[in-house]
């Protein structure tokens, strides 16, 4: 592919089945996101978290080297106002803006969608990658895949909410190690850290993950959806709080139509057939 390729070419979607499946389908850059790659990435996630029809969503690279390594400079960007005459090429506020508005935002629409979301790692996750893969809620890596936590090797921090996101998967020491040193770290040891909830060789990543979405895509959605946001928010609550979502959730869940479908299921000892809503 290349960088004249349009966006719905180089992010895919394909869904059938209850399963969104999203693929960064750029092997030839390494599955870099260019700014308009990155913006339908994050769009196809909140497409994916309002779509009924949409139970999971499985989140891939193509090929079988590269996951995704961040951001791509050479491809095009968001286009900016016009400058005034004498201002400078890079202003105050420049750059935190485009943060914000660009991989913060992907991040967040991962972490903030109602699905389930599954990371395939096919190959080698870096930089703004490696985010991606610690934004999902369950990660499953070839073998040989590994995960670059790269920003300092480019003199730079890292960034789409990493130092938020690592720490609370593998503890502070940790992940300062992995982000001070950058070294690559192997799926063996993204599995020993928790980073990894499965690690499979190549040739089994595919079916191990459809097996995976398919039992998601059929249990009760939005209790999946309230247990995910809870466990979220919970990293960043005290007890009381905490407590007080899970009493606010299992309220609201009440009046959802698979709540209704569980008890009845039970009560007749049978297995629930699970709608999504």
């Known amino acids: ?5 349009k966006p719905e070419e180089l992010v895919t979607w394909d869904s059938d089945g209850g399963i969104a499946r999203i693929t960064i ?5 390494g599955n870099s996101l260019t700014g308009p790659m990155r913006d339908r990435l994050g769009d196809l996630m909140d497409l994916a978290s309002e779509d009924l029809a949409v139970r999971c969503v499985v989140l891939t690279g193509a090929g079988d080297r590269h996951f995704c390594t961040g951001a791509n400079l050479a491809g095009p960007q968001p286009e900016r106002p016009a400058r005034p005459e004498g201002a400078p090429d890079r202003a105050m506020g420049d750059a935190a803006r485009l943060i914000r508005r660009g991989w913060q935002r992907l991040v967040g629409s991962i972490l903030d969608c109602e699905k389930p979301v599954i990371a395939a790692v096919n190959g080698t996750a ?5 985010q991606l893969v610690l934004a999902c809620d369950l990660v499953v890596m070839a ?3 590994k995960l670059v936590e790269v920003f300092v090797r480019r003199g730079i921090i890292p960034d789409a909410g990493g130092a938020y996101l690592l720490p609370r998967i593998v503890g502070t020491h940790v992940a300062k ?9 192997p799926a063996s040891r993204c599995a020993e850290l928790g980073i ?3 690690v499979v060789s190549a040739e089994e990543l595919v079916p191990t993950v459809d097996d995976l979405a398919s039992r998601l895509a059929t249990a009760p959605t939005r209790a999946i959806a309230l247990t995910k946001a809870l466990v979220n928010r919970s990293l960043e609550s005290g ?3 905490a407590f007080d979502d899970e009493a606010a959730a299992q309220d609201w869940l009440t009046a959802s139509a698979d709540f209704d479908e569980g008890i009845a299921a039970f009560r007749e000892r049978r297995a629930p057939e699970f709608k999504g809503w």
């Open 177 to 185: 190690e992995l982000m001070f040193l950058a070294e690559d770290v």
């Open 143 to 145: 073998d040989s895949a």
């Open 196 to 198: 990894a909830n499965r």
């Open 1 to 5: 592919m290349t960088d004249e390729a």
């Open 239 to 241: 007890r009381q709080v």
């Open 126 to 130: 870096a930089g703004g990658g490696a």
């Open 25 to 29: 389908n750029s092997p030839a850059t």
